[in-house]
């Protein structure tokens, strides 16, 4: 396939992505206890409404399913840049440990701190994951990092913090704990503009860093003798394209909770669509991700009806069958 005939398929991709996102979030502001009429929707968002739905779609849907796309793209181009820097197929935020190292920071303080402010969780989760990466990477160190070591320590880094985790979860008061547990579950309930609004930009800058570091983690791809011989600094590289998916899965944890598996399915969804050029694989995992998880949290509100399930069970549901399928393939 020519050069000129990739970017003509992945922007027939990009477009029917961005269809489908733009069709779910509507049906997410359309479905729901109250049904909104398709009309009276558009309507409202332009502006133009009679104010009987107002509080319904600006207040209660548009902003849940924007930090659902949001969350969901974040993890999704996490998932691609930790899968190309560690050369494995099944690398992703929650296999290496940066989710749950967002989520064993967040419950402590909300299981240990009853006093301490909820708008500051973000923060607070953005940090665990940070010192997750810096505890495997340190770890990982023999004379230089390597993808096997990265992974394997990983995954016992997540353990660990699943421990620390459930060892809260069972010493702390029952409203403390009821309040981590609906956090871990991953849900979108209750989110507001000002989460959209404090995620948007953080999600932006870092998606503009990968999409600059795009040869770099092509390059990161080959086996290291070979890399450094194309004329990169494989340490710099590896260690500031994981510094980047700390940034966007932590973000992304702390608004939405521990939404698992986003991060190893977007990406292999888009591969066998776009190909695996990372400036072609980041856009369409970014789109891809966001799509997953409107479209889980669309399904968790309306399946089962008034209850709900949380956007990271309906994931799980449908991720971890991937995931047994990706290990039987490979």
């Known amino acids: 396939m ?45 502006g133009k409404g009679q104010g009987e739905y107002d509080y319904t779609i600006m207040t209660l849907r548009l902003p849940r399913a924007i930090v659902g796309f949001l969350a969901g793209g974040g993890l999704a181009v996490a998932g691609a840049i930790l899968q190309g820097i560690m050369r494995n197929p099944l690398a992703s935020p929650g296999v290496l440990g940066l989710n749950s190292g967002a989520a064993a920071a967040a419950v402590a303080i909300i299981v ?135 940034g966007l899965a932590g973000a992304a944890v702390s608004m939405a909770g521990t939404i698992g598996f986003v991060g190893l399915m977007a990406p292999h969804i888009c591969r066998s669509a776009v190909g695996v050029k990372s400036r072609l694989l980041l856009p369409a995992s970014l789109i891809t991700g966001g799509l997953l998880v409107m479209t889980a949290d669309l399904l968790g509100r309306t399946l089962f009806a008034p209850y709900e399930i949380p956007v990271g069970i309906m994931t799980a549901i449908i991720g971890a069958p991937y995931m047994i399928y990706l290990l039987f393939r490979r």
Not at 168 to 179: D, E, H, K, N, P
Not at 187 to 216: C, I, K, M, N, Q
Not at 220 to 232: S, T, W
Request: proline share 4%; glycine share 8%.
């Open 112 to 246: 240990l701190v009853p006093s301490f402010p909820m708008k500051l969780l973000p923060i607070v989760a953005f940090g665990g994951a940070l010192a997750a990466a810096v505890i495997i990477y340190v770890l990982s160190w023999r004379k230089g990092s390597s993808p096997v070591r990265l992974l394997l320590v990983g995954i016992g880094v997540s353990a660990v913090a699943g421990a620390f985790i459930t060892y809260l979860l069972m010493s702390g008061g029952i409203f403390r704990v009821s309040q981590a547990s609906v956090w871990m579950a991953g849900s979108l309930y209750g989110r507001t503009w000002e989460h959209a609004d404090a995620l948007l930009p953080w999600l932006a800058a870092l998606f503009v860093l990968s999409l600059l570091l795009s040869r770099h983690l092509d390059v990161l791809q080959f086996e290291d003798n070979h890399a450094r011989g194309l004329g990169i600094h494989l340490e710099r590289a590896r260690g500031i394209g994981l510094l980047v998916s700390v």
């Open 2 to 46: 020519t050069p000129d005939q990739r970017f003509k398929r992945w922007l027939a991709v990009m477009l029917l992505l961005c269809a489908a996102a733009a069709l779910v979030m509507l049906l997410s502001i359309l479905l729901g206890e109250r049904s909104v009429p398709p009309l009276e929707a558009i309507r409202t968002l332009l």
